[in-house]
């Protein structure tokens, strides 16, 4: 009957309570007062206090890794609107990042807890707006330096790599009400993830890893089982893959583009801890193949390891690269397309702007962060982080000629190499992928390959454009060449039929009929708003491509003129 005075950050959990009636649900809310405006958005965990720091049950206290404590999770824009709020499973995560003072969480939403998906959109470059599971990373074993390098990996992945990885977005978290510092929110891939973003059904897919454990690295059936992956491995160990039908036995089961972008990925990062963190999987659907994910670098980037190499470690200690590199086709390809993320994925000029960015969007919080963690190890100063931020740069900068000087001599072809300059007529018209790798003409129109050894140039026209030739005068959209100098080309675009669909919809809009649209991205049609397409009307969307609507849409498709909504030439699905 009395107002409840509030002074500091509070959380206040209330329940409806009446004899003779069930209780009602506990409504939880965070009050947060006098903590300052965070440039991060803020999330408040909400766990029973004994369920953590009990000194003999608490499974923060003790890390306790297989025990789940119930909670609640409250997430805040920086806008300070609330974004969702959840009751969910926390476990301690990480395979052993959990012996820092700040400890990542593992955050599952399981019906028992009285929630089943976070319905928001958490992360702004994912048109992705349901999740299972999510975690709060504390940066890894780059806790204690920058918190930046795992970081940079969905956004080094994102376009450019055949591979899954998880996001990330970093908040300012609260436990129990007590500033607990930057945390780094990433995405879980699950059951949920799987089937959202590739229509895979629970148990219809087969989920490995490896591990380390008493006994040494081992194989972990996350979902599905190992078997397949088994047979695959000795049927690549037992084989001669220098024979062409061989190798295409085993090729066939297997992505190849995707294995051989995390062998890239891993081998120029030099990150040391893959051989005990690894993760790829295949869905059961005939004709799957195995596709690889990119999961901790935060031991990769490290100046002290600029001329070293992973090359020669995955002889040894990954056994599908130790039989597939001695055929000549799959180490022409590999050496290749690597070559060409050189020159794009990991051109030092993306590097660096990534990594800068990710430090200016931390920097107005980390002050407090390191307030709150360095006397426990975390990172000890502003300046501290700042130089970790120019180390990674620097290796940005002179890795990849590390990389050449190594490469050919550990995989025995000569080293000379030769630059292709690509250009695109209109600007815009299109872009140049060379064996597979999007180039990237914002960081450089020039790519520096090997000589003698073939490779692929491929043309994707943009949308509203279709791919009219080469500067060579070949007309194929996609060609293969092999370089003995410097070589100049221009892929060459004409206006096409298609018809461009705005990516926000903020009036009603009704689709002309009988023309062909293209979406260039995600399409988000605003609430008050409608979206309307006739029938007979075919709309093609980019790979990763999404429709979310908040208002309406209406697709008017009759049985004898439908309205087909299918990927764009390239994609593989939307």
């Known amino acids: 009957s009395r107002p409840l005075i509030i002074r500091q950050t509070t959380i206040l959990r209330a329940r409806a309570i009446e ?18 405006e965070s440039s991060l958005p803020t999330v408040s965990v909400v766990v029973e206090p004994k369920e953590f720091f009990d000194p003999t049950i608490g499974i923060y206290s003790n890390v306790h890794k297989g025990r789940e404590a119930a909670g609640m999770i409250s997430f805040y824009e920086q806008s300070q609107e609330l974004g969702f709020q959840v009751n969910a499973g926390i476990k301690i995560g990480g395979e052993n990042i959990w012996r820092f003072a700040q400890k ?15 319905p928001y959109k958490v992360f702004p470059n994912d048109s992705r707006s349901l999740f299972q599971e999510i975690g709060f990373r504390n ?24 591979c899954d990885v998880a996001n990330y977005r970093p908040v300012s978290l609260y436990l129990n009400g007590s500033y607990w510092g930057i945390h780094n929110l990433r995405a879980r891939h699950g059951d949920h993830y799987y089937f959202t973003e590739y229509q895979i059904q629970p148990g219809e897919y087969d989920l490995l890893t490896r591990e380390r454990g008493p006994e ?30 061989n190798y295409a036995a085993v090729a066939e089961q297997i992505d190849l583009d995707s294995l051989m972008d995390y062998l890239a990925m891993v081998d120029f990062v030099h990150e040391i801890s893959y051989i005990h963190n690894q993760e790829f999987w295949r869905d059961h659907r005939p004709g799957s193949k195995w596709q690889w994910a990119i999961n901790d670098i935060d031991r990769g980037l490290d100046l002290r390891h600029i001329a070293d190499q992973r090359i020669h470690s995955f002889h040894f200690n990954h056994p599908l690269f130790a039989n597939l590199i001695v055929n000549t086709g799959f180490r022409n390809r590999f050496v290749q397309r690597y070559a060409a993320h050189m020159s794009s994925t990991f051109h030092p000029e993306r590097l660096k702007a990534i990594v ?10 980390l002050p407090r962060h390191i307030e709150r963690w360095a006397s426990e ?33 550990r995989l025995g072809f000569p080293a000379s190499t030769s630059t292709v300059t690509s250009n695109q007529s209109p600007e815009g018209g299109g872009k140049v992928r060379i064996n597979g790798v999007p180039m990237l003409p914002e960081y450089s129109e020039s790519v520096r390959l090997y000589d003698n050894i073939s490779f692929e140039l491929a043309a994707d026209a943009s949308p509203g454009f279709r791919f009219v030739g080469w500067s060579t005068g070949d007309n194929e959209a996609v060609f293969t060449h092999t370089l003995t100098g410097d070589m100049a080309i221009t892929a060459m675009f004409a206006r096409s ?65 439908p309205v087909t909504i299918e990927p764009r030439v390239g994609a593989e699905h939307w």
Not at 218 to 242: I, N, Y
Not at 509 to 535: Q, R
């Open 377 to 409: 190890g975390g990172i000890p100063s502003l300046e501290s982080r700042d130089r970790e931020v120019a180390e990674i740069k620097q290796f940005a900068d002179e890795r990849a000629d590390k990389v050449f000087a190594y490469m050919a001599e």
């Open 104 to 118: 990542p969480l593992n955050v599952k939403l399981r019906g028992k807890y009285g929630d089943d998906l976070i």
């Open 139 to 162: 940066g890894g074993d780059n806790w204690a330096n920058s918190m930046l390098r795992d970081a940079m990996a969905p956004f080094i992945v994102q376009g450019q790599l055949d």
């Open 19 to 36: 004899p003779g009636r069930i209780p009602g649900l506990i409504t939880t809310h965070t009050y947060f007062v006098n903590e300052g």
């Open 216 to 245: 040494g690295v081992h194989l972990v059936a996350k979902s599905g089982s190992d078997t397949e992956f088994l047979a695959l491995e000795e049927l690549a160990r037992t084989t001669d893959l220098r024979d062409e039908q």
């Open 497 to 561: 039929d298609e018809m461009i669909v705005p990516s926000v919809v903020e009036t009603n809009l009704t689709l002309s009929a009988n023309s062909p649209y293209v979406a260039e991205g995600d399409i988000v049609v605003k609430a008050g708003a409608t979206l309307t397409v006739p029938k007979g009307i075919t709309l093609r969307m980019p790979v990763g491509a999404s429709i979310s609507v908040e208002g309406g849409l209406r697709i008017n498709g009759t049985a004898a003129e």
């Open 356 to 365: 800068e960015r990710l430090a200016v969007e931390v920097d107005g919080e």
